[in-house]
């Protein structure tokens, strides 16, 4: 009797084609889809910014400078003639008191003085000072021009005596209190002008006299 084989490869063929339809389809559909587009490279520039401007330094005029010594003040030099230090200092004779001439610059006085009645011809400079008023000192940092030390107009009597121990305390008329903290051989003294009671210092001298005068036109 002849078996007929044929249905079985028949059977098998319909039961494989599903599946290879499903291949062929998938592969025309992975070679159909279009290729990914590579992700764009982005470049940033960074500019980097300029150092900041430096802070304006302070004028010379707001900075107290150093200019104190037992020879003189700033430019103004005890022993120099009277009227060359005026001029120079810039100053303008008192019309009461001839021998004397001041200026005022940065929140003081300046005073230049020479004898009343001079043995010296020319007359030549034994005094100079620089003073303020303690009401305009009062809680402000110091002005003027300074010791080496760094004490002046406005600094207080420990900061003096800190500094300088073995200042000499001079009484005056009244209240009136000078602390002598230096001196030079053949040249001058320095004088720290201050009121009892209190511990702010107005005025500083150089001179060749004993001591400032209370007053140097009455």
């Known amino acids: ?125 034994d005094l100079v000072q620089v003073s303020a008023s303690p009401v305009d000192l009062e809680g402000k940092p110091a002005v003027g021009p300074l010791t080496a030390e760094g004490i002046g107009l406005g600094s207080r009597l420990d900061q003096a005596l800190a500094v300088y121990p073995d200042a000499v305390e001079v009484e005056s008329v009244g209240d009136r209190r000078y602390l002598a903290i230096e001196s030079g051989a053949g040249t001058g003294s320095v004088f720290l002008t201050y009121t009892a009671g209190t511990d702010i210092i107005w005025g500083v001298t150089a001179t060749t006299l004993d001591e400032p005068p209370y007053e140097s036109c009455a």
Do not use: H, K, N
């Open 1 to 125: 009797m002849d078996i007929d084989t044929r249905r079985p490869q028949v059977r098998r063929a319909r039961i494989l084609s599903p599946l290879f339809g499903m291949a062929v389809t998938a592969a025309l559909l992975a070679g159909c889809a279009a290729p990914a587009s590579p992700t764009p490279t982005v470049t940033q520039t960074v500019t980097a910014s300029a150092d900041p401007a430096p802070s304006p330094s302070p004028s010379a005029s707001s900075t107290p400078a150093a200019g104190v010594s037992p020879s003189g003040i700033r430019d103004v030099e005890l022993g120099t003639p009277y009227d060359e230090a005026v001029a120079a200092a810039g100053a303008a004779p008192v019309d009461a008191c001839p021998w004397l001439a001041s200026t005022e610059a940065d929140g003081y006085m300046l005073t230049v003085q020479r004898p009343e009645v001079s043995e010296q011809d020319p007359a030549v400079v």
